[in-house]
């Protein structure tokens, strides 16, 4: 399928919708990824924040960070989020070197409603080539993260592209779902949990995507119905 960029008008969001607050270790892939879906449906309302160059991104400190913004958590700071009954949280992670501080972000989950930890090995690229790979990424054998960077924009012909790729976002669910390794609270190299906030969120913008899908379906048969003149070389 040949994916075109999509130019959507931004739609205020239904405050009757649940309300998705994804806080990103990064602070540009995965804030681009998930605003693609804020600006295509008023049925998700979606808050997406992104890391502080200047803060902590560690897992502890996303977590504190929410504790923050979240009206009932800190009633010393400033309330930036109210949370209704069916609001979810939740902290995209990579896997990284952060050892034990993981196991901690998810006990501290464990003790808030409808709180989320969305783990990737190594990293949200895994989740990116997903969308366009049905194959497991766990037979990669690549060092860290930096090296999956570049093995996903090199793969795919011009890098991925938050403005057009996260239409495929059906595709990546069921691909990291079939592939998905995870022993207790370890995620093994290759798998991401990522594909879980995606079954969140996807049943909102479903029809939105399908749209979009059908649309590049029809722009795909035109172009490849439409003759080319030769040009003459004389």
């Not at 959507?8 to 995965?30: H, V």
């Amino acid at each position: 399928m040949i994916l075109q960029s999509r130019s959507y008008k931004r739609k205020a969001p239904d405050r009757d919708a649940t309300l998705f607050i994804i806080y990103c270790e990064g602070s540009r892939r995965e804030p681009q990824y998930f605003k693609y879906f804020k600006e295509i449906s008023s049925r998700i309302n979606l808050e997406v924040v992104e890391a502080d160059s200047q803060g902590n991104n560690s897992p502890l400190g996303l977590y504190e960070h929410a504790c923050s913004d979240i009206d009932g958590i800190d009633s010393g700071s400033p309330v930036k989020y109210v949370l209704d009954e069916g609001d979810q949280v939740w902290f995209v992670i990579d896997t990284d070197t952060w050892g034990d501080s993981i196991l901690e972000l998810r006990r501290r989950c464990e003790t808030q409603k409808h709180w989320f930890v969305a783990q990737s090995n190594p990293c949200f690229e895994v989740w990116l080539y997903y969308h366009l790979f049905s194959d497991f990424a766990g037979n990669i054998k690549l060092n860290g993260c930096a090296e999956w960077k570049k093995y996903v924009n090199a793969e795919i012909p011009g890098g991925f592209d938050s403005r057009k790729h996260p239409i495929l976002i059906g595709d990546a669910i069921s691909h990291a779902d079939a592939h998905f390794r995870s022993t207790g609270m370890d995620v093994p190299y290759g798998s991401t949990e990522v594909f879980r906030l995606g079954k969140a969120i996807y049943p909102m913008v479903e029809s939105a995507i399908e749209e979009a899908r059908q649309q590049n379906i029809q722009n795909e048969i035109y172009r490849s119905s439409v003759q080319v003149p030769e040009v003459s070389t004389t």
